[in-house]
């Protein structure tokens, strides 16, 4: 299994400037994901972060608004830069265990407002 | 492709009601599925996985390749059951494809 800490947890912020969300997992990992989750409804995969390596972003998200530290195999980092009031969701850290009984775990979330 | 299709984004049955939440797949190796749920205020979790075979909280599922499936079941749902549930493939590599997810409410 897979504890993982995210903070913070919630914030307000004012539209235009940066905010820096923290993923700590308890264990080594090979890759972190970085999700966005809109209340009640869908995950959407922001980007792949692998140690030692640029992170993986998917269609329609950028490192220059997102973008992913992986300074080692238990922390990573996601910045939502330049915000407005559209990147208002909530922002998931997650790792996936791999081998025969894998399965996801994830952090609690961060609820960002930008206003 | 592979790709995860959760057709409803909400249903709402009687607490005592049968329920099933529709999941398909597209994948073209054999497939290791999931259903992820995430209760008010908590975070995601494994609900069940196909392999275990296992009945979690009273909920199953059964893997049909036929249909490319993995409708998540319940015989009488309970108001504890109102959640957000997610299906989801894991395609290797550490990497794992969520549905969209379908938001059950459960009334009394």
């Known amino acids: 299994s897979a504890v993982i800490s995210q903070k913070p947890s919630r914030d307000i912020c004012q539209r235009g400037t940066s905010l820096t969300i923290q993923c700590q997992v308890d264990?080594?990992?090979?890759?972190m994901f970085w999700y966005r989750q809109q209340p009640g409804q869908s995950l959407t995969l922001i980007a792949t972060?692998?140690?030692?390596?640029?992170?993986?972003?998917e269609s329609g998200f950028v490192i220059d608004k997102f973008p992913i530290s992986r300074p080692n195999l238990t922390f990573s980092t996601l910045t939502v830069s330049n915000m407005s009031p559209e990147d208002s969701s909530i922002y998931l850290c997650?790792?996936?265990?791999?081998?025969?009984?894998?399965?996801?775990?994830f952090g609690q979330g961060t609820r960002l407002t930008v206003v | 492709a592979q790709r995860v299709t959760q057709p409803e984004k909400l249903l709402s049955v009687f607490k005592g009601a049968p329920v099933e939440l529709k999941c398909n797949y597209s994948y073209s190796g054999s497939p290791e599925l999931f259903w992820y749920v995430q209760y008010s205020r908590q975070r995601l979790q494994l609900l069940l996985r196909h392999i275990s075979r296992e009945s979690i909280k009273g909920f199953t599922a059964d893997l049909n390749k036929g249909e490319t499936s993995f409708h998540l079941k319940k015989p009488f749902a309970q108001e504890e059951d109102s959640a957000m549930y997610y299906c989801?493939?894991?395609?290797?590599?550490?990497?794992?494809?969520f549905g969209a997810g379908t938001r059950l409410f459960v009334k009394a």
């Open positions: 264990s080594q990992v090979t890759m």
């Open positions: 972060a692998n140690q030692g390596s640029e992170a993986t972003y």
């Open positions: 997650s790792v996936e265990t791999g081998g025969a009984n894998t399965e996801a775990f």
């Open positions: 989801a493939l894991y395609t290797g590599g550490f990497k794992t494809i």
